[in-house]
């Protein structure tokens, strides 16, 4: 159920002033010495600096080549959507955009984005660097994409001490489906031992809040992940099971998400199940000063 307007108008509010919790459990600290850093700006990267602890990543939409690069062949590697592939997620692109807009609007706030306008032919960020492209060219913008990723991951770590990430892809096998990949729970590590397994699987879930929301999602009936979306290289990268406190969770969505016709209802499914999350185990109180008015690293 839709929030009415008069709570949405409280939450946009209070979204840093009062920290949504389920229970007692105390908020993690900030880690120490987490400096900002100045990013440099790539044309093939579209990215928002937030002031949620929400990060969205979407690095398969792109239709842009890249300047001078050949495309990739993928010598070697096995073939397919879990090895090499030079497909696009078709709308994820506009799909990530247009959620913080709507996340925007509902909670008051921007959340953090990192975006690959460049086409998978040439790159692709959920693969390692060194079988990630091919082209000396396409160095500058798959090190954009990471860097700017893990300084919204560490901006997040010391703003809130712990955030989610979301990363938004496509895929073929349901059109009317939602798969997760957490490495079955691996990748939202500290999201578990902070709320236990529920927050994983079950009704209060990401997954649960989206299934409530109206989407149809997947789990297997043991709370494992199908094969083939247990989650790629971003979310084993950046989500808390290592260094950063940042919850990831992929999102390998049907065409019935993505289609330019149904992409704002779906959008706005996926809204209402944030907002859901974020009031039961977000932090809404920075833990630190926004980074705007710290000295910068040189």
Known sequence: MKPFRFRQSIWALCIFATTFVAGSTARAQPPQNVGHVELVPNPLVAAQRGQLPIILSAPHGGEAA???????KGTGLPKGPQGFFTGRDTGTEQFAIELAAALEA???KKPYYVVARFHRKFIDPNRPAEIAYEAAEAKAPYDAYHQTLAQYCREVQ????RGLLLDLHGQ???????????????????????????????PQSFFGLLEAAGCKVYTEKDGKERAGFTGGYIVQTYGSHGPYTIDAIQLEM??????????K???????????????????ALPLAAPLENKPQDK
């Open 265 to 283: 209802a779906a959008i706005d499914k996926l809204v209402n199940a944030i907002e859901a999350f974020s009031k039961l185990y977000l932090p």
């Open 172 to 202: 073929g096998s349901a059109r009317d489906t939602i798969f997760r990949g957490t490495q079955h729970g691996k990748t939202v590590t500290l999201l578990i031992q902070r709320y236990g397994e529920q927050a994983h699987n079950g």
């Open 106 to 108: 509902r909670l008051g």
């Open 158 to 161: 010391q703003l809130f001490g």
């Open 66 to 72: 890249v300047p001078g690069a050949s495309e990739r």
């Open 254 to 263: 049907g065409a019935d998400y993505r289609t330019k016709d149904k992409r």
